[in-house]
């Protein structure tokens, strides 16, 4: 694809609220892992799946990455990022 055949919505630019989401999900899961245990302290691998796909939707959509292949721009978009930390926050809550 030429330069000239690319419109102004299809270039690649920083989103920043998904790559915030991104940087926080990196930090938050550093600093305090305990976050994807469950009540008895045990690893829970169902919020490690969502709070990781969140991190890397948010990290791949925040530096302006959109992939072409459906499957993958599905799965790495900011709103990707957005319904796995629902997600996540659903079942850390009520889980």
Same mark, same amino acid.
């Given at each position: 694809?030429?330069?000239?055949?690319?419109?102004?919505?299809? *270039?690649?630019?920083?989103? #920043?609220?998904?790559? !915030?989401?991104?940087?926080?999900?990196? $930090? $938050?899961?550093?600093?305090?892992?305990?976050?994807?245990?469950?009540?008895?302290?045990? !690893?829970?691998?169902?919020?490690?799946?969502?709070?990781?796909?969140?991190?890397? !939707?948010?990290?791949?959509?925040? $530096?302006?990455?959109?992939?072409?292949? *459906? $499957?993958?721009?599905?799965?790495?978009?900011?709103?990707?990022?957005?319904? #796995?930390?629902?997600?996540?926050?659903?079942?850390?809550?009520?889980?």
């Amino acid at each position: 694809m030429s330069a000239a055949n690319v419109n102004a919505t299809d *270039k690649p630019r920083i989103h #920043a609220a998904s790559l !915030a989401a991104g940087l926080v999900v990196m $930090v $938050v899961g550093t600093v305090y892992p305990y976050i994807l245990a469950n009540r008895d302290g045990h !690893a829970d691998h169902g919020l490690a799946v969502l709070l990781f796909w969140a991190m890397s !939707a948010g990290l791949v959509r925040g $530096v302006g990455f959109v992939p072409r292949n *459906k $499957v993958s721009h599905m799965l790495l978009s900011g709103w990707a990022c957005a319904l #796995a930390l629902t997600l996540f926050g659903l079942l850390r809550a009520f889980g």
